[in-house]
């Protein structure tokens, strides 16, 4: 009889990892961009391949440790920038040949169990999910915004339906003490309506902390503008996914730059509009059940990918204005 293989929980796996090499062909060289170093797994697997090159990009400091093992390893052939991926576009990238942007908008195991970031409900620490280069904190956000900016935020960025009854709740609560990490998630408890057996009370609501405390919607929307921006014609963007906000931005980018036609504006005049980008399906591809039982976290992936058409720099889109609502929500932290 075949032993089961027990997944290692405290390992890091770089989720979709044999796909997205399959789609970026790094074996032919060039540039690639890794816009989520982290634990550096799509990085090392691309270095495997003696042309290519890559430029890693991770706004969490303690992911300099990894990098500079990898540097070492790699030395000529590695870069990593300490910068959240919105600034993309300040690397001045316009001559280099960039065949593949990858974003894997996961958290890995390392960050979540980390009690100084403050991502779980299940560890105890301060109430902080900060992912570096960041202006404050899910505490401020907590113990400052008024009830209905944070019933925005829950419900908008996590889809919670007991937003405006928690909010309230943490508004009534916050007035004799300070919300910590263990007193929001009894309030969480205690405010919902319906328990799902599935998935723990709090998830949404953490969730939608971590995406406002990051500002990770008009970061992923400057990331997929900026990588637009760098890559090569017939270069790859590639994003992996986690759950479905993130989700539906990649695919609205993705599907108006395949199917809507439009032009870069330094174009000469007359040019006829084409699609910018090819998108391959219109399905994400997702994790096969061999890789689902070896890292459970990747049930939820889901990977989408587009190839550019043509060579170009500037270009128009209308994602900002699409996105416009949960901007403006993210920009209530500029009371914080």
């Avoid at 170093?37 to 697997?45: A, E, L, S």
């Avoid at 637009?228 to 993130?246: M, P, Q, R, Y």
């Amino acid at each position: 009889m075949k032993a089961t293989k027990i997944p290692d929980v405290k390992k890091h796996y770089p989720v979709l990892l044999s796909e997205i090499i399959s789609i970026i062909n790094p074996q032919y060289g060039d540039t690639f961009i890794d816009c989520t170093f982290g634990q550096g797994g799509y990085t090392k697997r691309i270095l495997k391949f003696k042309k290519a090159k890559v430029i890693a990009l991770d706004r969490d400091l303690e992911s300099l440790e990894k990098a500079n093992e990898v540097q070492k390893e790699f030395k000529e052939r590695f870069l990593f920038k300490n910068i959240k991926f919105s600034e993309l576009n300040n690397l001045k990238l316009k001559n280099e040949n960039i065949k593949g942007v990858i974003f894997d908008l996961g958290y890995s195991y390392t960050q979540i169990k980390d009690p100084k970031k403050g991502l779980s409900f299940e560890t105890i620490g301060e109430l902080n999910m900060k992912m570096g280069i960041n202006d404050f904190s899910a505490k401020e956000t907590i113990n400052n915004l008024d009830e209905k900016e944070l019933s925005q935020i829950f419900k908008y960025f996590g889809d919670e339906k007991d937003s405006n009854r928690i909010a309230h709740n943490i508004v009534e609560d916050r007035a004799t003490r300070e919300i910590t990490t263990e007193e929001l998630v009894r309030i969480i408890n205690s405010s919902k309506r319906k328990k799902n057996q599935k998935t723990h009370s709090a998830t949404k609501v953490f969730q939608a902390l971590r995406i406002f405390v990051n500002k990770e919607v008009s970061e992923l929307i400057y990331g997929l503008i900026g990588a637009a921006k760098v890559v090569k014609k017939d270069g790859v963007i590639a994003v992996v996914t986690f759950h479905s906000l993130e989700d539906k931005i990649v695919k609205y980018f993705f599907k108006s730059l395949s199917e809507n036609k439009s032009v870069s504006r330094y174009m000469p005049k007359g040019e006829e509009k084409i699609n910018l980008f090819k998108s391959v399906s219109k399905k994400p591809i997702v994790p096969s059940e061999k890789e689902i039982k070896e890292n459970t976290p990747s049930r939820s992936a889901k990977l989408r990918y587009v190839i550019k058409k043509e060579n170009f720099y500037d270009f128009e889109t209308d994602i900002i204005e699409k996105f416009d609502h949960l901007i403006k929500i993210e920009d209530f932290s500029k009371k914080l």
